[in-house]
């Protein structure tokens, strides 16, 4: 078996291992539970909570590849990437590091206060994130522009949308 039949034999099984999406975002396993999953890989990766204060240190000094997970409680859009989030950890916890940027609805809700819209322009301009939910990728903590924003459904499926995932993990 070569290299690239071992990487899509692992893609095809991450993949069964997701499910699909049911109704509100809802995970429906085939394959392996979570807990199977987790004590197969014998690491679930722990989840660095960001924010302005420590972003220097945790993503842009980090070693290695860094996924920044950019979402709300507030937005009903961020819910929907959450069994996605669950799984690229249990099954890369030992390859990346995972970060969270939660955004607080009194300073980035604007739907409420139209005047929080200026909180917006200041995110985009310092992590180019113009909507939650958001992966964005640091190799080494550099990003390239790289990531995914948005929610499955809208321009993609959820399997396009961890394949985009997939792909940046395992080319890097």
Not at 85 to 108: A, H, I, M, N, R
Not at 145 to 164: A, D, F, M, R, W
Request: contains cysteine; proline residues 3%.
């Amino acid at each position: 078996m070569s290299i690239d039949d071992t990487v899509d034999e692992g893609r095809r099984n991450f993949l069964k291992g997701v499910g699909a999406v049911i109704g509100l975002g809802i995970a429906a396993y085939v394959g392996l539970a979570p807990a199977e999953a987790e004590a197969k890989n014998g690491k679930k990766a722990k989840v660095v909570q960001v924010n302005d204060d420590n972003y220097q240190n945790e993503v842009y000094q980090s070693k290695g590849k860094t996924i920044v997970l950019f979402k709300s409680d507030w937005d009903p859009e961020s819910p929907k990437v959450a069994n996605i989030w669950e799984s690229l950890k249990q099954t890369y916890g030992d390859k990346v590091k995972f970060c969270e940027y939660k955004l607080p609805q009194d300073k980035y809700d604007w739907r409420q206060d139209k005047s929080l819209a200026k909180n917006w322009k200041e995110l985009i301009k310092k992590y180019d994130v113009d909507k939650v939910p958001t992966f964005a990728y640091y190799l080494n903590g550099k990003n390239n522009g790289e990531g995914i924003n948005g929610v499955p459904g809208h321009k993609s499926t959820e399997q396009q949308y961890l394949e985009k995932i997939i792909s940046w993990i395992e080319s890097h």
